[in-house]
């Protein structure tokens, strides 16, 4: 079977924990180095990896391309609006042809379904990096920050999530389910994760519950995560924002988690909106590492997918 990573359900624990480990082992390795220092074994010298981007992006643009600088290898950059695929060409055609030209295909996409369909036809390894259903590569990069931050591995971890049930949620579901952690959504009713990723995490036997009030998905937690409330590509809606309002992150509600919690945001953030600038701007916040972790595990994803790790 093709390794593709499209999200954190298909994986193995034991793939999931390869990848973290090896994320944490190149980071070491190159403390103190030049950032465009290829790494010392150049494990993807001559190695090309196409990046499509659907949508705007900061830390998926950035992380990525550096990920394959620092491997040995080169990088293909493109919009949808660069491409035939913006003019009409299918999913599939265009599949079809970089997997003949490329290595490995990153996207970030409106539509999942998009991605699997290059997946299912480019005959080599694709990439989410973000659909409206999953943002795996993200969750990676918050599960290493905690591990790296706390100096103990994720399994057995207690972790809140506060707000929107969009793809963070849905991701953080599947990680949580195949990692072992516990997890608490505290979502307000109607905007709920996903029900089959919520199903499929039940079958395997996760610890997730689905709570109505922050206070309660943050009592003792190690680490308190939220995301913007109205994602990309949505319109803002008065009524959203205002059943999401009692589920901001505010220093009276991260006093309810652990003494030594920590606070992560993919980013970017509307301070004031989901959180207050005090928590994100604060000493529990590792934000800054959060996105920094973006490239390290990155570099694992693509050296699992192509077959290295």
């Given at each position: 079977?093709m390794?593709h990573f499209?999200d954190l359900a298909?994986?193995?624990?034991a793939?999931?924990?390869?990848i973290?480990?090896e994320?944490h082992?190149?980071?070491a390795?190159r403390a103190?180095w030049?950032?465009?220092r290829?790494?010392?074994?150049a494990?993807?010298?001559g ?12 830390r998926t643009?950035?992380s ?7 491997l040995?290898g080169?990088s293909i950059?493109a919009t949808a609006v660069d ?6 060409e299918?999913v ?10 490329v ?5 970030r996409?409106?539509s999942?379904a998009?991605?699997?369909?290059l997946a ?7 990439i ?15 599960i ?10 994720v399994?057995?971890s ?6 929107d049930?969009n793809n963070?949620a ?5 990680a949580?389910?195949v990692?072992g952690f516990d997890?608490r959504?505290?979502v307000?009713?109607g905007y709920?994760?996903?029900q089959a990723?919520?199903?499929t995490?039940?079958?395997r036997?996760g610890?997730?519950?689905l709570?109505r009030?922050a206070?309660?998905a943050?009592e003792?937690?190690?680490?308190v995560v939220?995301?913007?409330w109205v994602?990309m590509?949505?319109?803002?809606a ?6 999401m309002?009692?589920f901001?992150v505010?220093r ?8 030594d ?5 993919c980013?970017p953030?509307?301070?004031?909106e ?8 604060g ?8 996105a920094?972790n973006?490239?390290h ?9 192509l077959g290295?790790?």
């Amino acid at each position: 079977m093709m390794p593709h990573f499209l999200d954190l359900a298909t994986p193995t624990a034991a793939g999931l924990r390869a990848i973290l480990d090896e994320a944490h082992r190149r980071k070491a390795a190159r403390a103190g180095w030049p950032r465009g220092r290829v790494d010392a074994d150049a494990p993807l010298a001559g190695h090309v990896l196409a990046m499509i981007f659907e949508k705007p992006s900061t830390r998926t643009r950035f992380s990525f391309d550096m990920a394959i600088r620092q491997l040995g290898g080169t990088s293909i950059v493109a919009t949808a609006v660069d491409m035939q695929l913006g003019r009409g060409e299918t999913v599939e055609d265009t599949a079809r042809v970089l997997g003949r030209m490329v290595d490995a295909v990153m996207i970030r996409s409106n539509s999942h379904a998009t991605l699997e369909t290059l997946a299912d036809h480019a005959g080599i390894p694709v990439i989410n990096a973000l659909t409206d259903i999953s943002h795996p590569c993200q969750v990676m990069a918050d599960i290493m920050t905690f591990e790296e931050r706390r100096g103990q591995k994720v399994e057995g971890s207690c972790w809140a999530y506060l707000g929107d049930g969009n793809n963070m949620a849905n991701s953080l579901v599947e990680a949580a389910s195949v990692l072992g952690f516990d997890l608490r959504l505290g979502v307000p009713h109607g905007y709920d994760p996903d029900q089959a990723v919520l199903a499929t995490a039940g079958c395997r036997g996760g610890s997730i519950d689905l709570v109505r009030s922050a206070k309660a998905a943050v009592e003792g937690a190690q680490v308190v995560v939220t995301d913007t409330w109205v994602s990309m590509g949505q319109i803002s809606a008065k009524d959203k924002l205002g059943a999401m309002m009692p589920f901001q992150v505010d220093r009276a509600l991260m006093a309810k988690a652990q003494p030594d919690a920590l606070f992560l945001h993919c980013l970017p953030a509307h301070r004031g909106e989901e959180v207050t600038a005090d928590v994100i701007d604060g000493p529990q916040s590792a934000v800054w590492d959060e996105a920094e972790n973006r490239l390290h595990v990155q570099k694992a994803i693509l050296l699992w997918c192509l077959g290295k790790l």
